[in-house]
């Protein structure tokens, strides 16, 4: 079945560490996102990525990195400099098209939390 | 930038009833979409409906429809013969067309449950 692979469910990080979020999508999509959602609040929008070998800050992006050297994978590095990393991060899937009424196709999520 | 408010952080509904959700929004562009977004238990994240800002014509989904108010930038959602299947977060979310890549912009969600 096509659709967005997200792992693992729930990771742990200590203190200064850097840990790493899959995405893995057979949707041939060509843009990916990664949005991080805080209890009792909405979604935010870490960094997205429309080709491969490109991607973009979005609007909460300091303390994270992504890379995108293929076309089916998006990881999410959530850096020791993220200092409020606990959170619930989804992964996004979306075709590319010019008209903006693509639908986005979302992973399970990823709870992270700290020791 | 542009942003999107949902006022209700919680609503309640009986089994069978109907409800309307809240949500506006803050833009200057003139063309745009809106989405309605489901975040059941599990945390999936399930598309509701859609809605272009050029349409006015209010969309529908089965028994999921939206109030689509361009001028007053509200974007309601009204769901009819309420499930138990229902309860679930709800985000309302916007989508510029002005601006490069699909990114949404989402509200705070509101958190709906649905009484047997």
């Known amino acids: 079945d096509g659709g967005i692979t997200q792992s693992p469910k729930y990771l742990f990080r200590k203190e200064g560490q850097n840990v790493t979020l899959s995405c893995e999508q057979n949707?041939?999509?060509?843009?990916m996102y990664w949005y991080r959602q805080d209890p009792g609040q909405g979604l935010r929008l870490i960094y997205y990525?429309?080709?491969?070998?490109?991607?973009q800050k979005g609007d909460i992006a300091e303390g994270y990195s992504v890379s995108r050297e293929k076309k089916e994978s998006f990881p999410l590095t959530v850096t020791s400099a993220q200092k409020n990393p606990t959170a619930f991060y989804l992964c996004?899937?979306?075709?590319?098209?010019?008209?903006?009424?693509?639908?986005?196709?979302f992973g399970s999520g990823t709870q992270l939390s700290v020791l | 930038a542009q942003t999107v408010t949902q006022s209700q952080p919680e609503m309640s509904v009986q089994e069978a009833e109907t409800v309307t959700l809240s949500c506006t929004y803050d833009?200057?562009?003139?063309?745009?979409?809106l989405f309605w977004y489901k975040q059941p238990p599990s945390r999936q994240m399930i598309l509701v409906i859609r809605?272009?800002?050029?349409?006015?014509q209010n969309a529908t989904e089965n028994r999921f429809s939206v109030n689509f108010q361009k001028a007053a930038k509200s974007f309601s959602l009204k769901i009819s013969d309420s499930q138990l299947g229902d309860a679930a977060m709800y985000f309302c979310?916007?989508?510029?067309?002005?601006?490069?890549?699909?990114?949404?912009?989402f509200g705070e969600g509101t958190q709906l449950t649905v009484n047997p």
């Open positions: 996004a899937s979306s075709s590319r098209s010019h008209r903006g009424n693509e639908k986005l196709f």
């Open positions: 990525s429309q080709i491969v070998n490109d991607f």
């Open positions: 979310a916007y989508r510029s067309l002005e601006t490069s890549g699909s990114r949404l912009t």
């Open positions: 949707l041939n999509h060509d843009a």
């Open positions: 809605q272009e800002a050029y349409k006015q």
């Open positions: 833009t200057s562009e003139s063309d745009y979409y």
